[in-house]
């Protein structure tokens, strides 16, 4: 497999909701991709679709809600943004940048644009907090990775 496809399996990955870039950096490690390069297209594959959440994601709600086939997805959207608010809104803009960069299952930039969306944090201090957030979860997940992959390669 060519380098480019790998770094673009790797970029398509990160911008999935749910797996983002605490998938894509792991698979990138596996597929043999250099650290740096792995943790940029992770970075930014999983930003990308972040401006595009905040800005659009409270009409796509609406419009959801205003469907039978969608109400249902919309509703447990806010209900999830809901269950974290308060980890996010105690701290402002430095809470949703810890909400991001921690990498566990449920958080993430996807869920952060979401939260920061629904309860109308302004772009100039989401926009910054998420990224920050991304950032610092992508070395984790870069550290862990390549730790993992090196201790395999160490033993094989």
Same mark, same amino acid.
């Given at each position: 497999?060519?380098?480019?496809?790998?770094?673009?399996?790797?970029?398509?990955?990160?911008?999935?909701?749910?797996?983002?870039?605490?998938?894509?950096?792991?698979?990138?490690?596996?597929?043999?991709?250099?650290?740096?390069?792995?943790?940029?297209?992770?970075?930014?594959?999983?930003?990308?679709?972040?401006?595009?959440?905040?800005?659009?994601?409270?009409?796509?709600?609406?419009?959801?809600?205003?469907?039978?086939?969608?109400?249902?997805?919309?509703?447990? +959207?806010?209900?999830? *943004?809901?269950?974290?608010?308060?980890?996010?809104?105690? #701290?402002?803009?430095? /809470? %949703? !940048?810890? &909400?991001?960069?921690?990498?566990?299952?449920?958080?993430?930039?996807?869920?952060?644009?979401?939260?920061?969306?629904?309860?109308?944090?302004?772009?100039?201090?989401?926009?910054?907090?998420?990224? +920050?957030?991304?950032? *610092?979860?992508?070395?984790?997940?870069?550290?862990?990775? #390549?730790?993992?992959? /090196? %201790? !395999?390669? &160490?033993?094989?």
């Amino acid at each position: 497999m060519s380098e480019l496809l790998k770094h673009l399996y790797v970029f398509a990955l990160s911008m999935v909701p749910v797996i983002e870039l605490r998938g894509a950096i792991p698979l990138g490690a596996g597929l043999g991709l250099p650290i740096y390069t792995n943790y940029l297209v992770s970075v930014v594959g999983n930003f990308l679709p972040v401006p595009f959440i905040l800005l659009f994601i409270r009409h796509i709600l609406a419009w959801m809600k205003t469907t039978k086939r969608f109400a249902k997805i919309a509703l447990w +959207l806010e209900e999830k *943004a809901e269950k974290h608010s308060d980890k996010v809104l105690r #701290y402002a803009t430095f /809470g %949703l !940048f810890l &909400f991001v960069a921690i990498p566990l299952p449920g958080t993430g930039a996807w869920t952060g644009a979401l939260v920061a969306a629904l309860f109308r944090m302004r772009m100039k201090y989401a926009v910054p907090s998420i990224l +920050l957030g991304v950032m *610092a979860a992508g070395v984790i997940m870069a550290l862990a990775s #390549y730790g993992v992959v /090196g %201790l !395999f390669q &160490f033993f094989l």
